[in-house]
């Protein structure tokens, strides 16, 4: 059966099928993302609804909210109907939800697994267009001290100075540290510089008595982690 909702607007809907109306009467899970996107937006365009707006816009990142959080405004104008305002309301509502999953872990959480530390690492690495090098910083009952960005590089690779690392650690009486990098490729394999790097910051880690406990790289919401694969 032909859908013939898309070209009535929203308000001539019956009450239950608007999206605010339905968010009120049957809860936040009831609406589709579409829908939700729907009520950021406000309003459609000249030839489209809000809803069906939201549709197109999802449609443009393949029903992905991970890679409709990587687009800048100037992506979002690009898309027919999405105005600044609109672009603006998109970007600050996943920005929100990326600082909602970062409130959820307890800041000073002890961190006895790799989920623990991609928890912890995850919202400083998942929207990166290009590769970026952070380390997580912990004191000696591995409770996080901070999480420190290293170094910012292209879409192939970012270069890494192991002193910069350690004089963050020294500076910050950390006991050990957890290297994380993304791979904004989906890629979770690591490669032969990974592998170098990561025992070449061991091995200084060694000589400091600062350890080394993991290495986690990161693309999109899953992750590989060196300690896990026994390659520490």
Request: aromatic share 4%; net charge negative.
């Amino acid at each position: 059966m032909e859908d013939t909702s898309a070209r009535i607007p929203i308000h001539q809907w019956a009450q239950d099928d608007q999206p605010r109306e339905k968010l009120m009467n049957k809860g936040k899970e009831a609406l589709s993302d579409a829908e939700l996107i729907a009520i950021l937006l406000r309003s459609g365009s000249i030839s489209q609804s809000a809803v069906e707006l939201g549709r197109s816009l999802l449609q443009k990142v393949d029903h992905n909210l991970i890679a409709l959080s990587k687009l800048s405004i100037d992506d979002l104008m690009r898309h027919k109907g999405i105005g600044e305002a609109k672009a603006l309301s998109i970007i600050a509502a996943l920005e929100l939800g990326m600082r909602r999953r970062l409130a959820e872990v307890p800041v000073r959480k002890t961190v006895s697994s790799s989920r623990d530390a991609f928890d912890l690492l995850y919202t400083s690495v998942a929207d990166c267009l290009y590769e970026e090098f952070w380390v997580l910083l912990l004191n000696h009952a591995n409770r996080r001290i901070s999480v420190e960005q290293i170094s910012e590089g292209g879409q192939a690779g970012t270069v890494v100075d192991p002193k910069k690392i350690f004089k963050l650690a020294l500076e910050q009486n950390a006991a050990g540290i957890i290297l994380c990098h993304n791979h904004p490729s989906g890629n979770l394999n690591p490669s032969t510089a990974d592998r170098n790097l990561t025992d070449k910051i061991k091995n200084a880690g060694n000589f400091l008595d600062i350890k080394v406990l993991d290495h986690l790289i990161i693309a999109d919401e899953s992750y590989y982690s060196f300690a896990d694969n026994g390659l520490m």
